[in-house]
């Protein structure tokens, strides 16, 4: 019998956990140079995932006040990349197009999930999946 208790997702939430990404189309995983390419993302059970999003919904809330109420869409899309920017720990093997290797910054991190909204959709509903977090923590 499982108990409430015996399922935590917030433990990895907290120290990450690897996500390979998958080809828009085909799902099939990305390699680089025979290898998985992949982020390791905060959890949106951790603590530190739980900050950030109320950070930024703080700031939200800022914008909605001087501007009236009035919500903007572009402002709203970027306070979602921003929060997965935060998120983005680390990466393996990922590469610019002439094949080198891109260093996991916020700026590069900026950068990719403005150019490729795949790859940041792809972030985000990793994020939002407690079985990654969960299958992760009940390995041996």
Do not use: K
């Amino acid at each position: 019998m499982v108990s409430v208790w015996d399922l935590d997702t917030a433990t990895l939430a907290d120290e990450g956990v690897w996500c390979t990404l998958r080809h828009p189309v085909s799902g099939e995983a990305l390699l680089a140079e025979g290898r998985p390419v992949r982020l390791r993302l905060l959890g949106c059970d951790g603590e530190r995932f739980r900050s950030l999003r109320h950070r930024l919904a703080a700031r939200r809330r800022e914008v909605l006040l001087q501007h009236e109420g009035r919500a903007d869409p572009e402002f709203d899309a970027g306070l979602e990349r921003e929060l997965a920017v935060a998120a983005t720990l680390d990466w393996d093997n990922m590469r610019l197009p002439d094949g080198t290797a891109l260093p996991c910054t916020a700026d590069h991190a900026r950068r990719l999930y403005s150019e490729r909204m795949w790859v940041l959709q792809q972030v985000l509903a990793f994020i939002a999946d407690r079985a990654n977090f969960l299958l992760a923590s009940r390995r041996p």
